[in-house]
């Protein structure tokens, strides 16, 4: 018998691999399980052949417009909160006496639910809210205020609860590329802005891209704010409405899988779409050299 | 920016920290230096002492707290890095991890403009003048340090500096290629003519590469001059002692007659040059272990009788460990047929043997 064979065949197992099991049995039992039961279902329709369920969802009028009002919210929504963490978070990668004070006070809105900031914008952005009167006091703004019960109160919702996450990860992501890189190119002649340009920026790019996926998906599941802040019967209805009406107005379960599978699928579109572009940035160690 | 200068003059330049307790400390002291055009200085301490202070204060990546920069006539202390122009050589290396080889070092050319034509070219010359032809499609990770270092050099005089300024550029690199590097150091700074700020903590690195040796403690510097003037003639204690004057020795103050000093211990007699005003009765005495020589008992004057404590092979000669018979220890540089236990005589000359006051 050869020696290597002999070996393997003693190699012994790694008993630290059965700490995955608490994990894969949840994945499997409150994911996969579900999931394709879900994906089953969905084929599976109250009356018509099994393509019957997406066919509807593609042909009824108050169904397929959702994934559009539903990107039409994530999209920008995602856009704003990664565009305005970049800078916020660029400006605090340096430990300064404000950066910890700051950098909690933007946190904050991530220990509120939805319901929570929902309720709050109500009070204030409302039609009677303290910002209408305000301006009406300063005599700044006269007019009525819409800003809850339509699309900008559902916008503004998934900014608040979604900046601290795009905050937080673009944050991690910039601590970690070594400034002496930055001060290297200030000694080749970069300015601030070609340091940020040419260093941070490509640098940055993978995590970039990651945390739009993470702060994307987060937005397209929307679901209370379209409900508490806008208006779910016209321009927020998102397609998670569509799922919870066919679900548990129509009591159709088979039509709010085929939803959910959908929405499932647009969302793996984005998703693979902007990690796919990651590919084309260097991925790979943010440090200089040894030390 | 400028390709060339006559002098770089730092002007007691100073740089205070908060330290421990909310008490500033001076990083650098009054730092006063004239840096002449094509000249190598190395900038020589232990960590802690200032010399990287300096490097970042010359860069531009470090504010001054007093004092001022000047390029001849030109103040340079208020410029931002970017402005100022020179070429920074960093411990780590600071290379772009996502820029390939050529890229790292045309950055300084592409970030001043210059013609992508006329770009590829001098990469070309540079990765020549460090001997990386062929590697300049690479990403840096995929080097090994000591190549990384060298792209490091090629990336800082690419541009064509009037100043390049390395801040320990060898101590991540192993012996061996520590001391190719080094070479190359000198033959690039040969070939550029180019004026060098140096800062290590090696004095090895110091004496064979630097036309002058700034020697710095606590911030304050020690002595300023030409190698053999560092390593023969330290100004004071603290010198002597980095410049690997192993023995220092405390004695009594037996006589004066101008430099010459003699001293008396328990049972050691010696005379040396003062380098340093002495005040009180006691004085240090310092000498390096390879100028004691090991003689026989016939010989007289500045000599020390012990007995061999230690001995540590080290192939040529061996390093002994001699204890006299009053306890004192010295480090001696001798034949390596000498025994533990031996009984020998050793002898100094006069004028290698340095006194200073004692601190």
């Known amino acids: 018998m050869p020696a290597s064979a002999d070996t393997l065949a003693r190699t012994p197992f790694d008993r630290t691999l059965l700490l995955v099991i608490p994990a894969a049995a949840f994945m499997l039992l409150l994911f996969v399980y579900p999931f394709l039961y879900g994906l089953a279902l969905s084929f599976n329709p109250k009356e018509g052949g099994p393509l019957a369920n997406y066919a509807h969802f593609f042909t009824t009028d108050n169904l397929w417009p959702t994934i559009w009002i539903t990107l039409k919210l994530a999209l920008p929504a995602t856009l704003v909160n990664v565009g305005l963490a970049l800078p916020i978070a660029f400006k605090m990668r340096v430990k300064t006496r404000y950066q910890r004070w700051v950098t909690t006070i933007l946190v904050v809105p991530i220990t509120l639910g939805t319901v929570l900031i929902a309720e709050g914008m109500l009070l204030y952005f409302g039609p009677k809210g303290w910002l209408s009167q305000f301006l009406q006091f300063a005599h700044l703004y006269e007019g009525p205020i819409r800003l809850t019960h339509n699309y900008w109160g559902v916008l503004i919702s998934l900014v608040i609860s979604g900046f601290p996450f795009a905050f937080l990860l673009i944050l991690s992501y910039i601590t970690g590329i070594d400034p002496v890189l930055a001060r290297a190119a200030a000694t080749l002649g970069a300015d601030p802005k070609a340091q940020f340009r040419h260093i941070y920026l490509p640098l940055l790019a993978p995590g970039l891209a990651m945390c739009f996926c993470l702060a994307f998906v987060q937005a397209f599941s929307v679901f209370p704010s379209a409900v508490l802040l806008g208006s779910p019967a016209g321009p927020t209805r998102v397609i998670s409405i569509a799922a919870y009406e066919a679900a548990f107005e129509q009591y159709d379960y088979s039509l709010a899988s085929a939803i959910a599978m959908i929405m499932g699928f647009v969302q793996l579109i984005i998703v693979s779409a902007v990690l796919s572009l990651r590919n084309v940035f260097y991925r790979g160690p943010v440090s200089g050299g040894k030390g | 920016m400028r390709h060339d200068f006559s002098e770089l003059k730092l002007d007691r330049v100073t740089r205070r920290f908060a330290g421990a307790g909310g008490k500033a400390f001076n990083a650098l002291d009054e730092l006063t230096l004239t840096v002449r055009r094509g000249e190598f200085i190395a900038l020589l301490g232990p960590s802690g002492c200032g010399k990287s202070t300096a490097l970042n204060c010359i860069a531009g990546l470090m504010q001054l707290s007093g004092g001022t920069i000047w390029l001849d006539d030109t103040r340079i202390d208020t410029l931002p890095p970017e402005s100022r122009g020179f070429g920074m050589v960093f411990q780590n290396y600071a290379l772009f991890p996502h820029m390939s080889v050529a890229k790292n070092i045309g950055f300084g050319l592409r970030m001043r403009n210059v013609a992508a034509a006329e770009i590829a070219p001098r990469v070309e010359h540079a990765l020549k003048l460090v001997q990386l032809v062929g590697q300049a499609h ?222």
């Open chain 2, 138 to 359: 690479k990403l840096p990770g995929q080097l090994s340090g000591g190549q990384q270092q060298r792209v490091a050099i090629a990336r800082a005089i690419v541009i064509e500096p009037p100043l390049i300024l390395m801040d320990e550029p060898l101590s991540n690199l192993d012996a061996k290629l520590r001391i190719e590097t080094r070479a190359e150091i000198r033959r690039i700074h040969r070939e550029l003519d180019r004026a060098t700020i140096y800062v290590t903590h090696d004095q090895d690195e110091a004496l064979s590469l630097a036309d002058r040796i700034v020697v710095m403690k606590d911030g304050v510097v020690q002595q300023i001059g030409a190698p053999p003037e560092v390593y023969g003639q330290p100004s004071n204690l603290h010198v002597a002692r980095f410049m690997g004057y192993r023995n220092v020795l405390e004695l009594d103050v037996t006589g004066q007659d101008g430099d010459r000093v003699t001293l008396a211990g328990p049972d050691i007699s010696l005379s040396g040059v003062r380098k340093q005003p002495l005040a009180g009765k006691r004085a240090m005495v310092a000498i390096r272990p390879e100028e004691i020589v090991v003689t026989d008992s016939s010989a007289h004057g500045n000599t020390i009788d012990g007995r061999v404590d230690n001995v540590e092979y080290c192939g040529r000669d061996a390093l002994l460990d001699i204890v006299t018979a009053s306890g004192a220890l010295l480090h001696v540089r001798g034949a390596v047929t000498i025994r533990r236990g031996d009984v020998v005589r050793v002898q100094v000359p006069v004028e290698r043997t340095l006194v200073y006051p004692p601190t």
